[in-house]
């Protein structure tokens, strides 16, 4: 027989007070160029896609700007082409924004997984370097085995204390693990921290885990991810036991055969049990955006 306590969810949430200060004096001596973006991810049917890059000056400066790229998992005229080939970007007082031009080549059917790339703003440029030099660029595979059940869903289903409750869950792919799929927000106003599933070859059935860490709290040092067996919920599911998600066979949705929330401790060994920041019942169904 479950005992079941509820705690009111504050998961951490941290601001930092700003004291107002004067912006430093800045004339074009000081002028810098700088990769508005630090990383960027676009699909791999995606075509040409731009990088920002920035002259911040007072009046504005002409510059030449180069810039290198540098093959990751991604080969340089197999899964992408400079627009480019001089890697030359120009600018002047009116012109302060450009743009790196690169082109994906798209391999449609064949999953390779996601690549990357990176683009560095080169010390050969006639302007000084900002700090913000260089751009990882991820392209992203859109023949991923699991791509019919990989998005966004409205999720719908009633909490053991909120009564009838609509949220908000993503299902991401795995860097390296065709089978795995994580899940963003199973558990509304209990989580901050993705969980995993694992997906039958068929893919009709998700898996999860129990006892993962689910969420971080600055109030108790453990919160994981626990259930009972649907559908009566009577059963507490064990470590190494899982919970149950059947995927429609339009994958248009999937439905969580088990009782699950998160449960919190007072302790990091998961022995002194606090309550639930939210207990979700059987029947929980997810239903792609």
């Given at each position: ?39 960027a991810s676009f699909d ?158 068929d893919m009709s059935e ?65 022995t002194s049990a606090a ?15």
């Open positions: 027989m479950k005992k079941i306590l509820f705690i009111i969810p504050i998961l951490a949430i941290l601001f930092t007070a700003c004291n107002k200060n004067e912006l430093p004096k800045l004339d074009d001596s000081n002028a810098f160029v700088k990769l508005n973006l630090s990383s791999e049917d995606k075509g040409t896609v731009t990088i920002p890059v920035t002259v911040v000056s007072v009046s504005g400066v002409n510059a030449t700007v180069k810039y290198t790229v540098t093959d990751g998992k991604a080969k340089l005229d197999e899964n992408y082409r400079l627009v480019d080939p001089t890697a030359t970007l120009t600018f002047d007082a009116t012109n302060r924004v450009r743009n790196i031009e690169i082109e994906l080549i798209n391999k449609p059917g064949v999953y390779t997984g996601d690549l990357d790339f990176t683009i560095t703003l080169s010390e050969e440029s006639s302007i000084q370097i900002g700090a913000q030099n260089s751009c990882k660029v991820t392209i992203s595979d859109k023949d991923h085995p699991l791509t019919p059940i990989l998005g966004d869903y409205t999720a719908v289903g009633e909490s053991y204390f909120n009564g009838n409750t609509q949220w908000a869950v993503t299902l991401k792919k795995d860097a390296s693990d065709v089978k795995k799929v994580w899940i963003q927000n199973l558990v509304p106003n209990g989580t901050n921290l993705d969980v995993y599933g694992i997906v039958n070859d998700i898996r999860i885990p129990v006892m993962q860490e689910i969420a971080k709290s600055s109030t108790y040092p453990l919160v994981r991810l626990e259930g009972y067996y649907g559908p009566t919920g009577d059963d507490f599911i064990p470590q190494g036991g899982y919970i149950t998600v059947e995927i429609a066979a339009d994958k248009s949705s999937m439905t969580i055969k088990d009782d699950f929330g998160s449960h919190v401790y007072n302790d990091a060994a998961g309550g639930w920041y939210n207990y979700m019942l059987t029947g929980v169904v997810l239903t792609k955006n």
